[in-house]
């Protein structure tokens, strides 16, 4: 017999939703129960940011810097930074140590100017980036960010059945996932049932991260370093 010949399933709004209530079971889907299936996708996806798991998500982004100037309001649907570099004229460009609260706030004087070598995330709405030291001239920042997920807004766009911005690979885990969720809120499922599905949505998400837990792409906090120049 012969293949397909494609490789393009993909699912939409809709396609999860269902797949969520078909292995939940019991009535029919009501028009609310459609509204609320969007909404536990966008709070599961929330959750996922939490997780600190969407490499589909990671962008690499610039951001000029300015003399004297520490902070840089980020776009605020960035979830968080994972490395980042400062590069100089010539190009060359120099690892940067991300640094936590309490080690940012001892800093006694942030408006020391030099080649900035250690930043702070304020994980604002929109996230705010602080740098030390005070840039001594105009340089550029490199860095890899992970994004949010984009929002579930509806069921279609202008007529067309809305896609979702998660990967082939994540699919089972989103389903499965998103059955869980609607169990805890829809009448009538036993705990035993949501737990089951509990278990099964946390082994899909072990596998998800197994998929992509490589050197070149595990995300892992950086150490603080509180040596500062």
């Known amino acids: 017999m012969a293949l397909s010949g494609s490789s393009t399933f993909t699912l939409t709004v809709n396609d999860v939703i269902q797949e969520a209530y078909d292995r939940l079971g019991g009535d029919p889907i009501l028009g609310y129960d459609v509204r609320s299936a969007r909404r536990s996708l966008n709070i599961m ?18 951001q000029a810097v300015t003399q004297g100037t520490t902070d840089y309001t980020l776009d605020s649907d960035t979830v968080d930074i994972i490395n980042a570099n400062i590069k100089i004229a010539d190009g060359s460009e120099y690892a940067m140590t991300r640094l936590g609260l309490n080690d940012y706030a001892v800093i006694s004087n942030k408006t020391t100017q030099s080649r900035p070598t250690q930043y702070y995330l304020q994980r604002l709405i929109s996230p705010i980036l ?77 596998r998800l991260i197994a998929g992509d837990d490589t050197p070149s792409t595990r995300i892992l906090p950086a150490t603080a370093n509180r040596f500062y120049n």
């Open 130 to 206: 602080k740098i030390y030291p005070a840039p001594d001239q105009s340089y550029t920042i490199t860095y890899y960010r992970m994004r949010r997920i984009e929002d579930i807004t509806a069921s279609t766009v202008s007529g067309v059945e809305q896609n979702i911005d998660v990967p082939f690979r994540a699919f089972e885990c989103m389903c499965a996932g998103l059955a869980y969720y609607l169990s805890k809120k829809r009448p009538g499922i036993p705990a035993a049932t949501q737990e089951i599905l509990r278990v099964d949505y946390e082994q899909a998400f072990e």
């Open 45 to 62: 996806f929330s959750d996922w940011a939490n997780r600190g798991y969407n490499q589909w998500t990671v962008e690499y982004k610039t």
